[in-house]
């Protein structure tokens, strides 16, 4: 059973677009959540934490479904920037300063003109 | 901003012969990682490194890989044999008390 599973895409979408992203977990310890952006051929770079209560980071929302082992990501009002890999991210540990982080395959966007 | 330090870009290497990766993390930070993504897969945990010993490994980590902190700023990782199947990125990261990781931009190893 895959750890971490996302949708593979590719979602192509044009500019201006709302597009969601989710994510399931198996781990039910799992104590803290992440999304990652990579783009090709480059570093993961953390676009933000995923907290129970929802937290939001400009166009970027971001949930969490313990019960569910859940996670979503909202990009509104989508940019030719935005397009890249979605990595959805946990690790057992929490505040994600220490222990492994467990990586999804990744959800890749394409944001057209 | 700070930023994790990783040498070579890329490296080729013949099938057999060993292979050292460096990493120069962060300052002040304390815990040290290196994953590894194959092509088209996903990024996967290798090692954690705190207090200049390994705190936890993955399955891939075998006897063929080693880390070191040779002094106060370098952080490697040795593969002793290599396989084809080592042709990956190879990322360093590292990260302090409470906050995030910090990713370095990664060597690609092709073994040939």
């Known amino acids: 059973r895959k750890e971490v599973e996302q949708d593979p895409g590719p979602f192509n979408v044009p500019e201006g677009a709302t597009v969601a992203f989710n994510c399931t977990y198996s781990n039910s310890a799992s104590q803290s959540f992440f999304w990652y952006r990579q783009d090709c051929r480059k570093e993961p770079k953390l676009l933000m934490s995923?907290?129970?209560s929802g937290n939001e980071d400009g166009r970027f929302t971001a949930q969490l479904n313990r019960a569910s082992q859940y996670i979503s990501l909202l990009i509104r009002d989508s940019k030719l920037s935005d397009s890249a890999t979605y990595l959805c991210v946990v690790n057992l540990r929490y505040g994600g300063s220490q222990g492994n982080l467990i990586f999804g395959k990744g959800t890749k966007l394409s944001v057209k003109p | 901003e700070p930023e994790v330090t990783q040498t070579p870009s890329h490296q080729v290497t013949q099938m057999g012969q060993e292979v050292i990766l460096r990493c120069v993390p962060i300052?002040?930070?304390?815990?040290f990682y290196w994953y590894r993504q194959i092509l088209g897969q996903k990024v996967e945990f290798l090692v954690s490194f705190y207090n200049n010993e390994i705190s936890e490994k993955s399955e891939i980590f075998d006897d063929q890989f080693s880390v070191e902190r040779p002094d106060g700023s370098n952080f490697t990782l040795k593969i002793r044999s290599t396989k084809l199947e080592d042709s990956a990125m190879y990322f360093c990261?590292?990260?302090?008390?409470?906050?995030?990781?910090?990713f370095g931009s990664g060597t690609r190893l092709t073994v040939v």
């Open positions: 995923v907290y129970s």
């Open positions: 300052s002040n930070h304390l815990y």
């Open positions: 990261a590292s990260s302090e008390q409470g906050a995030g990781y910090t």
